[in-house]
């Protein structure tokens, strides 16, 4: 049986300032990753549906080890980054096979996906595989950098057409992009000649979110400047809210209750317990 440091290089875990960035950003986006043969049967199994799974099924019964799904998630970047922020075995709560017919559907209101989800220390994460180069006309994904963390009602931002810094998803065929549950988002209206497809899988962690990542470079410098970037739709007083949230979340997932950006936390911590004398 392979030793855990064979089986951690084999998924290919992330880093500490990527773990940094995915908490700052609210996303990872891995370009490429899944092969041009892969992609091809991917378009396939999509066009002819993905069967659905009870919510709560581990990983390894919701789809067959030869099944498109299972070697999708098994390929060493994907299962790296997956292991890295939801653990080893996680459960599937949905997936879902979204298609956007050629010059048809209206754009998504831009909305976050978890209405009462507001966990301060554990997250969902969900995976949006797109099997195809998708390019601007075709509507990909557009999502809000850093805006995760901020509590809204669903579709409490729909009225929102555009903020200043929102990506709107341009990639080669084979991407994987990794979505914190909060990430505000929308998928565009696909004004291209082409069919698009994306697979979307949400996932439940069923371990603690603690250190599941490769932390070696965890005292980099760079860890606390992935955390501490600003966004340029966020407001100056309340994007400073942004980075508290942060250092508390990364705090639950380092086991480290000292860390802190300029104090933002230690400040508001701060409750004497000796009386005045």
């Not at 990639?171 to 505000?184: I, S």
Request: proline share 6%.
């Amino acid at each position: 049986m392979p030793s855990v440091a064979v089986m951690e290089k084999r998924h290919e875990l992330l880093s500490s300032v990527q773990m940094a960035r995915f908490v700052a950003h609210g996303s990872l986006r891995l370009d490429a990753v899944v092969p041009a043969e892969m992609n091809a049967e991917g378009l396939a199994v999509l066009a002819d549906g993905v069967s659905p799974v009870p919510y709560g099924t581990p990983v390894s019964e919701a789809y067959a080890a030869d099944s498109f799904v299972r070697r999708l998630l098994e390929l060493p970047r994907v299962a790296g980054a997956l292991r890295s922020l939801v653990g080893q075995q996680p459960t599937v709560d949905h997936h879902f096979v979204h298609v956007r017919d050629p010059h048809g559907g209206d754009a998504q209101p831009l909305h976050g996906d978890a209405v009462i989800d507001v966990r301060p220390d554990a997250f969902d994460v969900q995976l949006m595989y797109y099997p195809q180069a998708v390019t601007l006309e075709m509507g990909g994904t557009l999502s809000v950098p850093g805006s995760h963390l901020r509590r809204i009602n669903e579709s409490d931002t729909g009225r929102y057409q555009n903020l200043r810094g929102q990506s709107r998803l341009v990639c080669p065929a084979g991407t994987v992009v990794f979505l914190h549950h909060g990430l505000w988002h929308a998928g565009r209206r696909n004004d291209s000649d082409t069919v698009r497809y994306m697979f979307k899988i949400r996932f439940n962690p069923t371990v603690r979110q603690q250190r599941l990542w490769d932390t070696s470079d965890l005292n980099d410098p760079q860890v606390t400047r992935e955390l501490d970037v600003m966004f340029p739709w966020y407001e100056p007083a309340t994007g400073r809210l942004e980075r508290y949230n942060r250092v508390l979340l990364w705090r639950a997932l380092t086991g480290d209750d000292s860390f802190d950006i300029d104090y933002w936390v230690t400040r508001v911590s701060n409750r004497p317990q000796e009386a005045a004398v």
